[in-house]
């Protein structure tokens, strides 16, 4: 009696509070990335709207720049028109005498060079910086972290250094902008087939989203139709391949009547 007691304990329906807060945390996890994803690229594009509107005159005040995302393509397109103009050789000697200006400056110079430096590290096409995700061994033997090479060790750092290394970037969680800069051997890195976003997102979820491993997935095993249609072709194949071999044997023959 005891036993059966038990069972339909634990058998019983969830009660009513149970049932209202399995409820609230369903409804959470449904709505609040997508709450979060609207918030943030709403308050980007204001922040883009009143920037661009403030450097624009007559823009702010009309019902024109009131419209949200207006300051957004209005940026975009005067950054295009700036890429093309810069393209022209107008364009790369005002360049080129803005960054001589610029580089007279003792702190401003500092600042711009590393900028641009990052910038064009990060956009160039022929750049192999964040695209490779690497498993290092930090802060001591035994413990592993989510890196990602940013390039091939060079200068002084390459010159002092022996072998072959690389320059890693160790983010830290759940904030990923901030991090350490180390320079490992190549030999004593783990590169993963695991993408720069699906790393990004295990770092700044603390481990709790773990993108799946393609490698350790099942192949889907093949259907017998179509193994069997595969079967077909292949003797198809086999025949055709008889009927052209059996014309070679008999021209001999021929050959020998017409002689005769």
């Not at 009309?62 to 300051?71: I, R, T, Y």
């Not at 890693?168 to 590169?191: A, E, Q, R, W």
């Amino acid at each position: 009696m005891i036993n059966t007691d038990n069972d339909q304990a634990n058998n019983a329906k969830p009660g009513l509070l149970a049932r209202f807060r399995g409820w609230f945390f369903t409804g959470l996890l449904v709505t609040a990335p997508v709450l979060l994803t609207v918030y943030i690229t709403w308050a980007a594009i204001e922040l883009i709207d009143g920037q661009v509107s403030a450097l624009i005159p007559g823009v702010k005040g009309s019902a024109f720049g009131n419209v949200p995302g207006v300051g957004l393509v209005i940026g975009i397109v005067l950054i295009t028109l700036i890429g093309a103009i810069a393209a022209g050789f107008l364009g790369r000697w005002v360049i080129r005498l803005g960054e001589a200006v610029l580089n007279q400056m003792p702190v401003v110079r500092s600042i711009y060079g590393a900028t641009k430096q990052i910038l064009e590290t990060v956009i160039s096409t022929q750049s192999d910086a964040f695209r490779e995700v690497v498993l290092v061994e930090y802060p001591r033997r035994g413990l592993w972290v989510i890196g990602f090479v940013t390039g091939s060790t060079k200068g002084e750092t390459a010159r002092r250094l022996n072998g072959n290394n690389v320059n890693v970037f160790i983010p830290t969680t759940p904030n990923p902008t901030s991090g350490f800069l180390l320079f490992c051997p190549k030999k004593d890195l783990v590169y993963m087939d695991m993408s720069v976003e699906n790393a990004v997102k295990l770092v700044v979820s603390g481990g709790i989203i773990t993108p799946p491993d393609k490698a350790a997935q099942p192949a889907t095993p093949a259907s017998p139709q179509g193994s069997a249609k595969k079967a077909v072709a292949k003797k198809a194949v086999a025949k055709k391949a008889v009927g052209k071999k059996a014309p070679a044997k008999k021209a001999p023959a021929k050959k020998a009547v017409a002689k005769r």
